[in-house]
């Protein structure tokens, strides 16, 4: 028998990937989905136990050797607070998406592909989390792929309402290729000045180096791996995959994206940035903090201008993440421990926000047949579950007090005030107003009018899409008010990314 | 001069990225595009390869000598960047094997596989495609 | 307005706005006039047997406030209707176009 | 014993309105503001409720500051009132909206810390924001947008300011710096401010954000521009809460701050001029607002413990005959469908019970001796004249009798009396009536039994009671005031003439200087830069070999057309080469 305990770190993605390779051999009917719900939700239970083993441990992580091989030959697994986090809201979202799949996919995706659609999609799921739970940079960059095919796949699936959308997942197939080759370019280059794989033993050579600051091998290194990681987690201005492949995705898709890819892009950042590069390297010696902070800050203004323009409510949302992630990015290019919590903190707020709203668009979707704005209007009137959920997903992306959103927003302006940044602090703020003009073309649409068309006959959503929707909805608004969990935990997580442990 | 020309296979590398990365800028068809971009990252493999080249190495070959130890033949080059790029190729091709999909189903629902064509396509069809 | 409104003499002007009340029931606005007329010339001599509390010297003044009441709103409304309003009027239309 | 804050009551029972209908929905409307009223008084002395927020801070919900007692009363009380007032109204999302917006305002004066002041504060721009939109129309729906950005505006500016003082007192190693005592910058923390570091500018970011709700111009264009549009009842809940919050905040934090005199003394004559020239029967309310929350600003500037009473008192008495004239005005509007000036006269003849409590809430806002405006407004003058201010008190004293020409006057004169139109529309419904008669009761009663309502102001007899409304001279010189500026109203009807017309204010950089801006400068630029940006990546996609046709879709804006996959692949090469050189050269 296996021991769990022990064998947790490595669970949390053997689980998955085999239950992934099994899906295919579901059939058709509700078996898929039944199948992928029972494997997301009980590598969702593994993480919750990863997470509380870790926090009853007290100690700073938790080192798993694949194969029992010595971590500087063979594969490291490592957990600390920061990616026992991210992992917690990877799978968690993961299984919260699927149990919404069903219907939805039902509606959008040719019956025979549905056992394919769902071993992708774990598949996926299994990526993300390898690519968080790995202390192997090479591992990163296998996994890193894992996550991406099974992606452009999924993206594609939406042909079947949109034929867009392999136009839009061929183009995040090149650039995202690109990327991922950067970045397989920097651990390259790494690996030529370390010797090693190791993450933690690759700090810890590059910070032996005696002209680490000028060691011309490591700075094409870190220019590879900066722009790799900004493509990945869709930094303006490389964020031109993102807006499509968010819009033409099938509804589940685009939730699960919204909420976990681009946060485990960020998450890269911080490993590659903090734990090898180091704080001192990556924001003291190099001037990139500042090149992250223009691209964060136009990032911020730019999306959201492009944001109002959308007609589609997707597109919009799509534009608003990539604006949302120049707010991660610029709190953790502060390098300060308010900053780097905010953009932690945010990982989670904003992935339970958008998650929940994607969702919600996807059950537009189901009942309407569009997202675009002119299908959303009136549509309170009938839909009432589901545009409230908009709606106070809406508030949350505005940053309002009592939503998870106003958390972010408190930490990232104390950072960027620790910093002196006050061109930042307008630049969050004016972000928020901004974002308030798009939810509120959002609002006004659903409350404001009368349904014509399809919307005129709309039912509510299914129970089964309006749960997983309200649970998302509702822990962005559970996190606002009381934020002990999360703010506790992204100040640790902080601290230990400032602390330079990689 | 000789240093320059000494590392040539970076060299190679680099052109050969290049060359891939011009393809996908500058060709139409995406075949073409997939293929440059099967190109760029070709060029990656032999970035690796060429870093793991010990000078007058071989091949990491251990055996047992006389006293019973286990020793390697002589000077061996780097065996882990070879590993790691079987690896990065699978990727590669995993990667042309999607790509190559999208494009056919890409032919099956625009009829054509020009970046051009069906650019031209998507804006007639209005919608999100302004942003 | 009224039919009035052509007329020019001061007199005229001062009774057009009173027309349409004047049409009703003239009896009325006589009364109103009357009483109010009255009521403003007894407040305004109540001075006389009213001691004010000085702050500025100004305000002991026997009838300050009634000629302050009648000087500031005669400048307010001047100065309303006839700068800010040249400056600032426009139709209310103006923000629909 | 109460252990929450009583405004949750109404925060949380308007979630339940939505899902009840008919008597019972009517029954919960009118039980929801008196349970928080019942509530609000059954609060300990000593009350102190924390809850704990990030790391250590801790929010403290419920504490008696010393102007809560008013406010939170008086908020409880124009809650009733404007749910009766509404009683008879279907909208679904006004009523819930606005009970959040008057809970949150009830809220507001039980926080004891900055943090759940500034939350509250916030969800009453929520609240208020869809009370505004709730008018249902084109034109709410886009001034409702347009408040909600201004006070979301104001929001960020004030967070700003907090933070910079959390942050600076977090440094100074403060152990809870959110408690308000430490925010409350009087003269002695405020004026006496140099400009060392951020935490210095704190203050002035936080004024800036209360000034904002509290419409100060040139930041008060939002509330002309946006009440006016609500519903008849939206309106009458949106007069009471967002200026008198302000009010209240200014009163905690920057009592005695001198700047507040001066532009409390703006407000006062701006609320006038705007009003003169209005056309709109409730625009011309609502610039009355403005003037009013002036006196009040006024005396929280000289902050002195009678002007404070004063501003308290006014607040109080305020709520009341503002939303009792906003009543009349909307019982006018749902009665005929009209809101102009122009439009309107002659309502006398059928609508009795409308013009009487009208004219007693235009008597009561020009405190008129025996009604409320008369006990509270008098206080902040003569604080005014005990501390010398001479160019204050002067200004207050031609205010006072300007109030008295526009919304004493003007605005029942030109709607139930001047010209008949031959609109013989009834009284309205009894809910209606029903509300304009309580509050029109509530505006005699308190100028004549004022004693309770000085019992629960800020600094209430200290030694012995502090200020005394009726003496012979104080009735004397306001009735002489107010009657000879009446004097002054009829004899410059003719000028009075209204007119289709409005007045330009601040809101015209919003609605028309920045569009006109963006179209003929702006744009143009983005779009230059566009095209720059197009023609930079043809060319250099040219320099490849690769020629592609421009895109000759001329409407579009360049900069926001999607990036084609060639651009995309040069920028990113082009940001490698960014890192790569900053790399080298750093």
């Not at chain 1, 927003?409 to 930042?424: E, P, Q, R, T």
């Not at chain 4, 004063?310 to 009209?338: E, N, P, Q, R």
Request: aromatic share 12%; proline share 4%.
């Amino acid at each position: 028998m296996i021991d769990i305990q022990a064998n947790l770190p490595a669970l949390i993605v053997v689980i998955p990937l085999l239950g992934g390779v099994l899906a295919t051999f579901t059939g058709r009917g509700i078996l898929p989905w039944a199948w992928a719900s029972l494997v997301t939700g009980a590598t969702f239970a593994l993480t919750l136990r990863m997470m509380a083993t870790l926090l009853q441990s007290g100690a700073p992580y938790i080192s798993y050797e694949l194969g029992n091989w010595p971590r500087w030959w063979g594969i490291e697994y490592r957990v600390d607070l920061l990616n026992a986090f991210i992992l917690l809201v990877v799978a968690g979202v993961g299984f919260i998406t699927t149990l919404y799949a069903r219907e939805s996919v039902n509606d959008e995706i040719a019956k025979d592909r549905h056992h394919v659609f769902y071993a992708v999609w774990i598949l996926a799921i299994t990526g993300l989390l390898g690519i968080t739970i790995t202390g192997d940079a090479f591992n990163v960059y296998v996994l890193l792929e894992i996550s991406s095919l099974t992606v452009y796949a999924l993206i594609a699936m939406g042909k079947d309402r949109d034929r867009r959308a392999l136009t839009a997942s061929l183009r995040y197939l090149i650039l995202g290729s690109v990327g991922a080759s950067f970045i397989l370019l920097g651990i390259g280059y790494l690996m030529m000045v370390t010797g090693t794989l190791n993450m933690e033993d690759m700090h810890n050579q590059l910070m032996r180096l005696a002209n680490l600051d000028t060691n011309r091998t490591v700075l094409v290194a870190f220019a590879f791996l900066l722009v790799g990681l900004s493509i990945k987690m869709a930094l303006y201005p490389l964020h031109m995959w993102l807006p499509k492949a968010y819009t033409y995705a099938p509804s589940a898709v685009s939730a699960l994206l919204a909420a976990t890819a681009t946060k485990v892009g960020v998450y890269m950042a911080f490993r590659f940035l903090f734990g090898i590069f180091g704080v001192g390297f990556s924001f003291y010696a190099m001037p990139s903090h500042l090149i992250l902070l223009a691209m964060a800050s136009l990032g911020i203004v730019f999306s959201s201008l492009a944001a109002i323009r959308q007609n589609n409510a997707k597109s919009l949302l799509a534009y608003s993440s990539v604006g949302q992630i120049g707010y991660i990015v610029a709190g953790f290019s502060l390098a300060n421990p308010d900053g780097v919590a905010g953009s932690i903190v945010h990982i989670f707020n904003h992935a339970v926000t958008k998650g929940g709203m994607f969702l919600a668009l996807g059950a537009v979707a189901y009942r309407v047949g569009g997202t675009d704005i002119s299908h959303l209007r009136g549509l309170a009137k009938r839909m009432p579950l589901t545009c409230g959920a908009l709606a106070l997903g809406g508030l949350g992306l505005i940053g309002m007090p009592l939503t998870a959103g106003f958390i972010s927003k408190w930490y990232l302006v104390k950072g960027a005030m620790g910093s002196g940044m006050w061109g930042l602090v307008v630049v969050v703020l004016f972000g928020s107003l901004l974002a308030l003009v798009y939810v509120w073309k959002l609002i006004e649409a659903m409350y404001f009018g009368e349904p014509t068309g399809r919307s005129a006959e709309a039912k509510e959503a299914p129970l089964s899409m309006l749960i997983p929707i309200w649970i998302l909805v509702a822990l962005s608004i559970y996190f606002g008010v009381d934020a002990t969990f999360t703010g506790e935990t992204a100040t640790r997580a902080a601290a230990g990314l400032l602390g330079g442990t990689p | 001069m000789t240093e320059l020309l000494g590392i040539y296979n970076y060299w190679i590398y680099v052109v050969l990225m290049m060359i891939g990365f011009y393809g996908v800028i500058a060709k139409k068809n995406l075949i073409k595009q997939a293929i440059a971009l099967g190109l760029f990252q070709t060029g990656i493999f032999l970035f690796y390869i060429s870093m793991a080249v010990v000078d007058g190495g071989t091949a990491p070959i251990w055996t047992t000598i006389g006293d019973g130890s286990i020793k390697a033949l002589g000077p061996y080059d780097n065996p882990l960047p070879h590993v790691l790029i079987l690896t990065a190729i699978v990727v590669s091709v995993s990667v042309l094997a999607v790509a190559l999909a999208i494009i056919i189903n890409i032919k099956w629902k625009y009829g054509t596989i020009e970046y051009d064509e069906i650019t031209a396509m998507d804006r007639a069809s209005g919608g999100g495609d302004d942003d | 307005m009224s039919d009035h409104d052509n007329d020019t003499g001061i007199i005229a002007k001062l009774r057009a706005p009173w027309q349409s009340m004047l049409d009703e029931s003239p009896k009325a606005v006589r009364t109103f006039w009357v009483v109010s007329l009255v009521l403003l010339l007894l407040i305004a001599f109540a001075d006389i047997f009213v001691h004010h509390h000085e702050h500025f010297g100004i305000d002991g003044t026997p009838g300050f406030y009634s000629l302050y009441g009648l000087g500031a709103c005669v400048v307010m409304v001047l100065g309303s209707k006839f700068v800010v309003a040249l400056v600032l009027k426009r139709k209310d239309t103006y923000y629909d176009d | 014993m109460i252990e929450f804050p009583p405004g949750l009551i109404l925060v949380l029972g308007a979630l339940l309105l939505p899902f009840v209908k008919g008597p019972v929905r009517g029954a919960l409307s009118l039980l929801l503001p008196l349970a928080t009223l019942v509530a609000v008084w059954l609060v300990p002395d000593d009350a102190n409720v924390t809850v704990s927020f990030l790391q250590g801070m801790e929010m403290t919900l419920v504490k008696w500051n010393r102007p809560t007692a008013v406010f939170a009363t008086i908020f409880s009380l124009m809650a009733f009132g404007g749910a009766l007032f509404a009683l008879n109204q279907n909208r679904k999302v006004e009523l819930p909206a606005a009970f959040v917006y008057a809970g949150s305002a009830v809220c507001v004066t039980f926080a004891g810390d900055i943090l759940s002041l500034f939350i509250f504060w916030e969800l009453m721009a929520v609240g208020s924001s869809i009370v505004v939109w709730s008018g249902n129309t084109e034109a709410s729906g886009r001034a409702g947008l347009r408040y909600a950005a201004v006070h979301f505006l104001g929001g960020a500016v004030m967070m700003a300011g907090i933070l910079a003082h959390v942050f600076a007192l977090n440094a100074g190693g403060v152990e809870n710096p959110l408690l308000l005592d430490y925010f409350a910058f009087g003269p002695g923390g405020f004026d006496a401010l140099s400009f060392n570091g951020p935490g210095d500018i704190a203050p002035f970011l936080i004024l800036i954000g209360i000034l904002i709700n509290a419409a100060t111009p040139p930041f008060g264009s939002w509330l002309a521009d946006a009440y006016p549009e609500a519903s008849e009842s939206g309106t009458v809940f949106l007069s009471a809460f967002t200026t008198k919050t302000s009010v209240y905040v200014l009163m905690i934090l920057f009592a005695g701050t001198e700047l507040l005199i001066y532009a409390g003394m703006m407000m006062a004559v701006y609320g006038i001029v705007y009003a003169i020239l209005e056309n709109d029967m409730r625009r011309i309310l609502a610039y009355s607002i403005v003037n009013q929350v002036g006196f009040m600003v006024c005396g929280i500037g000289i902050g002195t413990e009678m002007a404070l009473n004063g501003a308290a008192a006014h607040a109080f008495a305020h709520i009341i005959y503002k939303a009792l004239l906003l009543m009349s005005a909307g019982s006018v509007l749902y009665m005929t469908g009209k809101r102009k000036c122009t439009d309107l006269g002659g309502l006398y003849h059928t609508m009795p019970i409308t013009m009487w409590c009208g004219i007693i809430g235009a008597l009561a806002i020009s405190a008129f001796p025996w009604t409320s405006g008369f006990i509270s407004k008098s206080m902040i003058s003569q604080a005014a004249a005990d501390n010398h201010l001479f160019a204050a008190w002067m200004v207050l004293t031609a205010a006072s009798a300007g109030v008295f020409l526009h919304a004493g006057i003007k605005f029942p004169w030109f709607v139930f009396f001047q010209k008949d139109r031959g609109l013989r529309p009834p009284d309205p419904p009894w809910n209606m009536r029903a509300a304009m008669i309580f509050f029109a009761v509530l505006c005699v009663a308190l100028g004549v039994w004022y004693e309770p309502l000085y019992a629960i102001l800020p600094f209430p007899n200290v030694n012995g009671p502090l200020y005394e409304p009726y003496t012979v001279s104080h009735v004397v010189s306001q009735l002489q005031l107010l009657l000879w500026s009446g004097l002054a109203f009829f004899l410059l009807l003719p000028v009075l003439k209204r007119t289709l017309t409005i007045t330009l204010d601040f809101d015209w950089f919003y609605r028309r200087f920045v569009p006109v801006l963006w179209r003929s400068v702006l744009k143009p630029v983005v779009t230059v830069f566009g095209w720059s940006r197009d023609v930079f990546f043809i060319e250099s996609k040219r320099f490849a070999g690769a020629m592609t046709r421009a895109d000759t879709e001329a409407a579009r804006i360049p900069l926001f057309r999607e990036w084609s996959l060639g651009s995309a692949m040069v920028l990113i090469t082009f940001f490698l080469f960014v890192f790569l050189v900053v790399g080298y050269t750093h």
